[in-house]
């Protein structure tokens, strides 16, 4: 299977997940879209995406401890896996190619 | 609501959960409940519930649980059904990027579908949707017809009757009915019920039994056979108390007792919904005249036998009675018609003018759609060829286009049932009582199956518009012609775009034209003089029977005009717009013409102050005296009209004429009147005499009339009080106010004339719109070539003009052929017309100058704007 590039909202939910590390969850990726990335997008956009990249490879997903504040339903917590970590790579590197030499007026 | 005040709405949980996939739904449902919980402090709880039900809203949930089955191959070849999704999905978030435009196209078609649903219901409520009895189409009326008066619809007499039944069997077997009253003796005093006698066998014809008991039988329905009497279930309600057990029980009605047999079941209202009882008519041939028409006959035809067979048979039958029994039915004709055609007889031709104008109100909401979807096919030209380009195949972006017309067809065609509901309450409010069977008027399934299927077919009309200027596969006439701004309507597209705005100005102007005539119409008529002063008249009835019934009349009348507040007060026959006037064939003395040829005349029984009761104004002669008594020569008093046809150019006064028969005795005139319009405002004047009650004294009952400037309750209230008084017994009914039986009399007219209006103005509204869209988009178009004209120093001024200019030929166009419309059109509007012809010139040049001015200024204010914009920013703003 040829390596796919990855979409804008993917490589987004990526770097999220790399951020926040070991507090990978969906409510937590979702917050950092939005404040972070300025990316609004509904839980079911979030879990679409991670699911994409868990079916690529890309990321995996445990369940993780319930707590109080979630009404004792548990957590799925994400992290990269080395196909992500590269597929990021690959993804900073096309775009640092593609933007080098170049500006943009009305920034 | 919720037991927990933090907690977030239970509905969106609810089916958030019911969307995800089981192994997701507890970190959804817990993530959701964290973010719910930590928006509310910062938020407040309301924004919190907001965010969490804005999580429903995302495509994203479907393609969760899509995605996640196994069984289905990977999204790239889709089916039919997923490649719909899609489409719909596209065509909806396509939509949603350019609010402004579909707002206007979604308002645009929701006005068209929902004006035309309404319509549409009321023509299949009331014309199409079958009479509410078994087998209804096969039910026929057969009347009489009167051929020198005129009269279409006449009734039969009873031995008339009885030989049709028996000689017509054949073909159909036929029942009759007339109308009946009855008085009821309740302690609050005396009540007059409404009914009809009718053959025993009007209830096998019409097929409906009754609710409880029984309809009456043969037996019952001869002379000399004890009273029986069907209820109407209204009547057993109010007056019965819904009374089970009132079959078989005795009730004094008119003084006489009557069995009650039967109910009959809620809604059944045959021949209107007036009938209150049934009764058996109890037809004597032998004493009954071969010239006393008072029945109506109703049939049901036989197998196989149409409504031409019948009226075949029927009339080559009753032509060889007549001949029988010449003299009484000498030039009566026969005339059979479907009982539901005769029931929507005054109403099915508006109801079709309704529909086809509503019909051309959708055209143009139709063609304003379309324009508007082919001005942004231009926008979006670029945005189709970059798909094209990427190998979106010809039928898929046809498919796209076509997606989004429906989606923009379906949503406009809710939103216009919606619409219709509205108007439909407005219709059936102004329609009550001009319209027959409004009650039957409502959106059912036949109405919304009519709405989806108008919307759908508006759909595939603009997407098939939409693919056609659009859809053409020019790749790289697309990508170029995208780069310019906006200039890109293929040719065939800008052609489509001016020939829809010369269709929309021209239906607008048609129905505008048809609008102008009918209201033009319903003012001349209002302003029409009714020949008396209708305001502070009021009116009611009674009947009384007995030998003594002349002298109680005369008492009434005695006391009522004593009464204080009372002005003057007299008797009469019949009111102006009333019911109840008779006519009889009259002739002038020293006329030789033969009775057949007699024309009919209007007559009226009136004592008291009649004329000055209703102010009309007494031009020769005199009018009635105490001394045009019961032995003293027989007097009438004429109207102008009666008095031009009889002595034309000499005194009507002292000479003499005959009303009826020849045997009846020669009356002397003894005064001129002016003319009244005795049935409506569009009518003329009908010849008419008028005759003292004391010489009159056939006649069944009187209005009491009076003049007062009391308010109409009050003046009712006393007037029972004097009828109370003189003979308990008697009921008032019929209580009538002058100025509503006028008004009343103008309803039918001032019901159309509005409906039209409304139409006509929402005709043009859309069509400014239309020619302001267009004119606006080819100056947008045109943006860059003017801002060089105006660089290289053209006026401003003069590019305005060449805009308009422009604009207007396609204004005046649409001008022209909306009058050759009209032309063609406005005689459907004939019958609806009064003191205008439905080519009006005056009419015609007001209603094509105004629309004219409207679409200059449609054209004038997108020019205005083009011209007055900085050059070198249009220029720049490429």
Same mark, same amino acid.
């Given at each position: ?107 | 609501?919720? /037991?927990?005040?933090?907690? /977030? ?249 009557? #069995? ?65 029994? /010449? ?101 059936? #409010? ?236 020669? #009356? ?211």
């Amino acid at each position: 299977v040829p390596e796919e590039i990855l979409g804008g909202l993917q490589q987004l939910v990526l770097l999220a997940v790399l951020r926040l590390g070991h507090d990978a969850y969906g409510a937590r990726i979702q917050d950092e879209l939005d404040r972070r990335g300025g990316r609004a997008v509904a839980i079911s956009t979030v879990y679409v995406t991670l699911d994409r990249l868990e079916r690529r490879g890309l990321v995996r997903s445990w369940l993780g401890e319930p707590t109080p504040v979630r009404g004792g339903k548990a957590k799925r917590y994400y992290a990269l896996t080395a196909g992500g970590a590269r597929a990021l790579q690959q993804a900073r590197s096309a775009l640092t190619r593609m933007w080098a030499g170049l500006r943009v007026a009305g920034g | 609501m919720s /037991p927990e005040p933090r907690a /977030p709405p239970r509905l969106a949980r609810r089916i958030l959960l019911a969307l995800t996939p089981a192994d997701l739904a507890d970190a959804i449902d817990g993530d959701l409940l964290e973010g719910f919980r930590a928006r509310v402090p910062d938020r407040g709880l309301l924004r919190a519930r907001l965010w969490y039900w804005r999580q429903l809203i995302s495509p994203d949930i479907l393609a969760l649980w899509r995605e996640r089955r196994p069984s289905l191959p990977p999204p790239r070849p889709r089916m039919l059904g997923q490649d719909l999704l899609h489409d719909v999905r596209y065509a909806v978030r396509s939509l949603a990027r350019q609010p402004t435009f579909a707002a206007i196209a979604l308002v645009t078609l929701a006005v068209g579908i929902g004006a035309t649903t309404a319509v549409f219901s009321m023509v299949n409520g009331v014309l199409l949707r079958p009479l509410p009895y078994p087998d209804a189409d096969r039910l026929v009326m057969v009347f009489r017809t009167v051929p020198r008066f005129g009269f279409n619809r006449s009734t039969a007499s009873f031995p008339d009757f009885a030989d049709w039944r028996d000689g017509g069997a054949r073909v159909a077997r036929l029942a009759a009915y007339s109308s009946a009253r009855l008085t009821s003796q309740a302690p609050e005093g005396a009540e007059r019920w409404s009914g009809y006698s009718a053959t025993a066998n009007l209830g096998p014809v019409l097929g409906v039994p009754a609710a409880l008991g029984r309809w009456f039988t043969d037996a019952e329905d001869r002379p000399g056979a004890p009273l029986v009497i069907v209820l109407s279930h209204g009547l057993w309600q109010a007056r019965f108390g819904g009374d089970v057990g009132i079959v078989g029980r005795s009730v004094v009605l008119s003084g006489e007792a009557h #069995t009650v047999v039967g109910v009959m079941p809620p809604g059944f209202d045959f021949p209107s919904d007036a009938a209150q009882f049934w009764l058996p008519l109890r037809g004597d041939p032998g004493v009954m005249e071969r010239d006393g028409n008072f029945l109506t006959v109703i049939g049901r035809l036989r197998d196989q036998i149409t409504v031409a067979r019948a009226r075949a048979e029927l009339t080559a039958l009753a032509a060889r009675i007549d001949a029988e029994a /010449p003299g009484a039915n000498q030039g009566y004709g026969l005339f059979v018609e479907s009982r539901h055609a005769f029931v929507v007889r005054n109403a099915r031709h508006a109801l079709y003018v309704f529909l086809g104008a509503v019909a051309l109100v959708l055209l143009i909401a139709c063609a304003n759609v379309a324009n508007l979807l082919l001005a942004r096919g231009a926008w979006r030209a670029r945005e189709l060829a970059i798909r094209a380009a990427v190998g979106a195949g010809r039928g898929r972006l046809a498919r796209l286009l076509l997606a989004e017309s429906a989606v923009l067809g379906l949503a406009g065609g809710a939103l216009g049932v919606g619409v219709a509901l509205l108007l439909l309450r407005a219709l059936v #409010t102004l329609g009550t009582g001009q319209v027959p069977r409004i009650d039957d008027v409502r959106l059912d399934a036949t109405v919304l199956g009519f709405a989806a299927a108008i919307s759908l077919a508006c759909a595939l009309v603009f997407g098939l518009v939409g693919t056609l200027a659009t859809g053409r596969g020019d790749v790289t006439r697309g990508l170029r012609a995208g780069s310019t701004y906006g200039a890109s309507v293929s040719r065939i597209g800008r052609r489509l775009q001016r020939s829809f705005v010369v269709v929309q100005v021209a239906v607008a102007v048609t129905l505008s034209l048809g609008a102008g005539l009918l209201v033009k119409s319903f003012v001349r008529l209002t302003a029409t003089e009714p020949g008396f002063d209708p305001a502070h008249v009021v009116a009611a009835r009674i009947a009384p029977r007995g030998a003594t019934r002349f002298e109680l009349m005369e008492r009434v009348l005695d006391q009522t005009a004593a009464t204080p507040g009372v002005e003057t007060a007299a008797l009469a026959y019949d009111l102006p717009f009333g019911e109840h006037g008779f006519s009889s064939g009259a002739v002038p003395e020293g006329r030789t013409e033969g009775e057949a040829e007699a024309p009919a005349i209007a007559g009226n029984v009136v004592a008291g102050a009649y004329f000055e009761v209703l102010r009309i104004p007494l031009l020769r002669g005199r009018g009635f005296e105490a001394g045009d008594a019961v032995g003293s020569p027989p007097v009438a008093v004429v109207n102008e009209t009666l008095a031009r046809a009889f002595w034309p150019g000499a005194d009507p006064v002292g000479r003499r004429m005959r009303m009826g028969g020849s045997d009846e005795p020669w #009356t002397t005139v003894v005064g001129v009147v002016g003319d009244v319009r005795q049935r409506s405002l569009a009518e003329a004047p009908a010849s008419t005499y008028y005759v003292p009650l004391a010489q009159s004294q056939w006649v069944d009952g009187m209005f009491v009339i009076v003049r007062s400037e009391t308010p109409a309750a009050g003046v009712v209230g006393a007037l029972r009080r004097v009828v109370g008084e003189l003979e308990p017994s008697l009921p008032v009914t019929d209580v009538a106010v002058s100025t509503e039986l006028v008004s009343r009399s103008v309803r039918a007219p001032r019901f159309r004339a509005l409906v039209l209006a409304v139409f006509g103005v929402a005709a043009v509204l859309v069509a400014v719109a239309g020619v302001y869209g267009v004119i606006a988009y080819s100056v947008s178009a045109r943006r860059r070539e003017l801002g060089i004209r105006v660089a290289l120093g053209a006026a401003p001024r003069g590019l305005v003009g060449q805009v308009v200019r422009d604009g207007m030929w396609l204004a005046a166009g649409g001008v022209a052929l909306g009058i050759g419309g009209a032309l063609g059109l406005s005689r459907f509007l004939r019958g609806f017309l009064f003191g205008v012809g439905p080519l009006d010139p005056a009419t015609f040049a007001t209603v094509a100058a105004a629309l004219a001015a409207v679409a200059t200024v449609a054209c004038y204010v997108p020019a205005r704007r083009a011209a007055a914009a900085d050059p070198l920013e249009t220029m720049r703003a490429e």
